[in-house]
């Protein structure tokens, strides 16, 4: 991996095409997406790679809070468990990592959980508007890897942590947006409050119908009618 404070050329490339996006998009209708299907996968698939044989990136492991000898394996359960959050596909996806982090700052952001209805959506609105924008094949197999390892990562860790910090405060609530907005700015170059604003045009069709059950809305358990506070 390189570092986080300076992401590889595709990966700037990436954070580039996502800022157009969300200009072009705010005065577009959100993308159609069925609600009742599974978590739809993108053509940005990878081989999956072994995460304990990658060198922790010290930028990372800082926005992770942990010192060098915690690091690697963190990120390994973290990587691990965000596989296994994607249906544990025998390949990675980096689209749908991708839409993992964005939702997670905006939970972390907004406080709003991102459920899979949300995670669908935004899957959606980067198919309509990036994933297609952007060459795949010919950017370096590493660089693809190293990028999907890290947003992956980082959306484990950031939805992890502001779900725990929903449940101890003000000032680590703040902690949390903290590492999202700082975290979005190293990775893809983007500003967290002008991210969310466009994230929440997509939730007209799941706000109606959301899909996690009451006691597993993590960080917005506490703005459900009648949920105890936190």
């Known amino acids: 991996m390189t570092t986080a404070a300076s992401p590889n050329a595709w ?26 299907a599974a978590l739809p996968g ?60 964005l939702g997670a700052c905006r939970q972390a952001f907004d406080h709003e959980p991102l459920t899979p209805q949300r995670w669908q959506a935004i899957v959606q609105w980067l198919k309509a508007w990036v994933l297609d924008e952007l ?27 502001t779900v725990q910090a929903s449940r101890q405060g003000k000032a680590v609530v703040a902690s949390s947006t903290w590492m999202a907005r700082n975290s979005l700015r190293g990775q893809l170059g983007l500003d967290l409050p002008a991210l969310c604003a466009a994230l929440r045009t997509l939730d007209a069709a799941t706000a109606a119908n959301p899909s996690a059950p009451r006691a597993d809305l993590g960080a917005a358990a506490y703005r459900q009618p009648g949920a105890e506070p936190v």
């Open 11 to 36: 990966q700037q490339a990436l954070g580039q095409r996502l800022a157009q996006a969300l200009s072009a998009s705010r005065l577009a209708h959100a993308p159609q997406a069925d609600a009742s």
């Open 42 to 101: 993108t053509r940005w698939q990878l081989p999956a790679r072994d995460a304990s044989a990658s060198a922790v990136e010290p930028a990372l492991a800082e926005l992770l809070g942990v010192g060098a000898a915690a690091s690697q394996a963190l990120v390994v359960q973290c990587l691990n468990h965000y596989r296994q959050l994607a249906g544990g596909a025998a390949h990675d996806d980096l689209g749908l990592a991708l839409a993992a982090y």
């Open 135 to 161: 060459p795949w094949d010919d950017a370096p197999l590493a660089e693809r890897q190293d990028c999907f390892e890290r947003l992956a990562v980082l959306a484990v860790a950031l939805g992890e942590w």
